[in-house]
């Protein structure tokens, strides 16, 4: 075995009893659709990152989030979507190939677990990304949106795709490919065509994106629903490369990740983090909301 097992530290106990290499601190309530997380009460540091688009080749951001992955304080990361530029599905991983990009990325990953909580949400370039890969990696899958409880209060995260609601064609094309039937045809083909098929798809994305298309921003009156649902006052999501903080009135707020490219110019490396105040508690609650921007040197 490349990997190593899991050692894990006596304070995270409590949450891994269902399965030592996957962190577990997930339940489902009846009062809630979706799924929610519990932050343990050793956690002061949550980080949250997305759009990283990694792909081989695009160096400079793979070292960045390399760098960020082994240096954070947080106790916890959560991806929330588009970590890889494409997925077509879990065996582009060979173990045996040490240099290739997706097993330096499962060595980054399962490294960086094994000291910290890794949670990973599918992005509509990722959305093929297997519980088997997750768990090479160290890290849980969550569903979108998912509900986070930390710091006395109810955080919303999603991607942010499936708010996108003016443009009709991608949620048609979108409630196509979440489907279990077609991502059993789709994963049954040959990793070649896989590989093809999405290599035209994003040169189709590229066209567009030239053409100077105007993008749908998530739509805030269904994000403001969606936190009614969840009782939550934030909704944390990506997806849109918009980063901000939206006041959506009601005390809601709507908070935008930056997506990543060390290489552009500025650098855009940007990590949201949530830190407990000093002397509060998960009841008492009263946290900060930060914007970091890793190191490059
Ligand atoms: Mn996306």
Redesign the pocket.
Same mark, same amino acid.
């Given at each position: 075995m490349m990997f190593r097992r899991k050692t894990w530290s006596s304070k995270r106990l409590w949450h891994c009893e269902m399965n030592a290499s996957v962190p577990q601190v997930t339940a489902r309530t009846a009062a809630l659709p979706w799924q929610l997380l519990q932050a343990p009460p050793s956690w002061r540091n949550i980080d949250f990152i997305? @759009?990283l688009h990694l792909q081989d080749g695009a160096v400079a951001t793979f070292c960045a989030w390399q760098d960020f992955m082994q240096t954070t304080q947080a106790d916890a990361v959560f991806i929330l979507?588009?970590l890889f530029e494409v997925w077509v599905g879990d065996d582009i991983f060979k173990p045996e190939q040490a240099q290739a990009f997706e097993t330096r990325c499962a060595q980054v990953l399962k490294s960086a677990s094994q000291r910290l909580d890794i949670f990973f949400m599918h992005?509509?370039?990722d959305f093929l990304l297997g519980a088997e890969f997750a768990k090479i990696c160290g890290m849980a899958l969550i569903g979108d949106p998912a509900v986070l409880e930390f710091a006395g209060q109810s955080w919303l995260l999603s991607?942010? @795709?499936a708010l996108c609601l003016m443009d009709t064609d991608y949620m048609a094309f979108r409630a196509q490919v979440r489907g279990v039937k077609w991502q059993q045809e789709f994963l049954a083909r040959p990793l070649a065509q896989r590989l093809e098929i999405a290599r035209e798809l994003r040169a189709q994305s590229e066209t567009r994106k030239r053409s100077g298309v105007v993008y749908s921003d998530v739509d805030n009156t269904e994000a403001c629903n969606w936190l009614h649902t969840a009782k939550a006052s934030h909704l944390i999501h990506?997806?849109?490369h918009k980063p901000a903080d939206h006041e959506l009135g009601d005390n809601l707020r709507r908070v935008v990740l930056s997506d990543w490219d060390a290489a552009g110019k500025p650098p855009r490396v940007e990590v949201l983090r949530l830190t407990l105040k000093a002397a509060a508690s998960h009841q008492t609650g009263s946290c900060s909301i930060r914007r970091i921007t890793t190191d490059l040197a």
């Open positions: 997305s @759009d979507g588009d992005g509509n370039r991607h942010g @795709d990506g997806h849109t």
